[in-house]
């Protein structure tokens, strides 16, 4: 029992310094619209990316003072490829330059190699940052460069409407499900739960949608 309550204590230590409230507002905060998000992304709606938007900014405050820099520089580049992407399915036009909505379709041979290539890139300059501030030391390290190459492909998977960018989310959600626990983020640990159904979701209403055309 003794045991239990210390392991509880390690887990909510992040919330019991000066500004715990107001981090557990602004994580509770996050978690909701980043659900939310998600939802309007399974329904192929722009106002994933506003929503998002807010969450990643509020992900991108707790992961700094928190002095998490890879989560930092990933959900920095969730904000700009969110911009970038709501600026995609609004705007995208075909070859005659007229505006016309993007569909959701399937990757291609280029796609591929594109989201690979950048998997791949990802992955290296994370293990150079890692290495170069002395760490790689530990499994989470390892885990963490790993989830911030899947993470950084399946987002740009998603801002090209691509079916395959939610099993990008499937892989990366499941794990980093322990690493935010290990982190102190009970809630957001939690969130990655979630995440990883409403991606598995997202994956047959997204496949659905794009074998009709």
Not at 12 to 36: F, Q, R, W
Not at 150 to 174: D, L, P, R, T
């Amino acid at each position: 029992m003794i045991m239990i309550n210390e392991n509880i204590n390690i887990l909510l230590s992040p919330y019991h310094h000066n500004k715990g409230n107001i981090i557990l507002i602004l994580e509770s905060t996050a978690v909701i619209l980043t659900i939310l998000s998600i939802f309007f992304a399974q329904r192929n709606n722009i106002l994933v990316y506003p929503i998002g938007i807010v969450s990643t900014i509020i992900y991108s405050y707790l992961t700094f003072v928190s002095s998490l820099y890879g989560d930092f520089i990933i959900n920095l580049y969730y904000t700009i490829m969110s911009f970038y992407g709501w600026f995609i399915w609004l705007y995208k036009k075909d070859q005659k330059n007229k505006k016309m909505p993007i569909s959701i379709t399937f990757c291609s041979k280029k796609d591929y190699f594109r989201t690979f290539f950048l998997l791949f890139f990802t992955c290296i300059f994370s293990m150079i940052l890692y290495f170069f501030y002395g760490k790689l030391k530990n499994y989470s390290d390892w885990m963490d460069i790993l989830t911030t190459g899947i993470f950084f492909s399946g987002m740009y998977q998603m801002s090209m409407k691509k079916v395959e960018n939610w099993i990008f989310w499937i892989i990366g959600n499941m794990i980093s499900v322990p690493l935010y626990f290990f982190k102190g983020f009970i809630l957001t640990g939690i969130l990655f739960i979630i995440l990883v159904i409403l991606a598995i979701m997202g994956f047959f209403i997204w496949k659905k949608k794009a074998l009709k055309l």
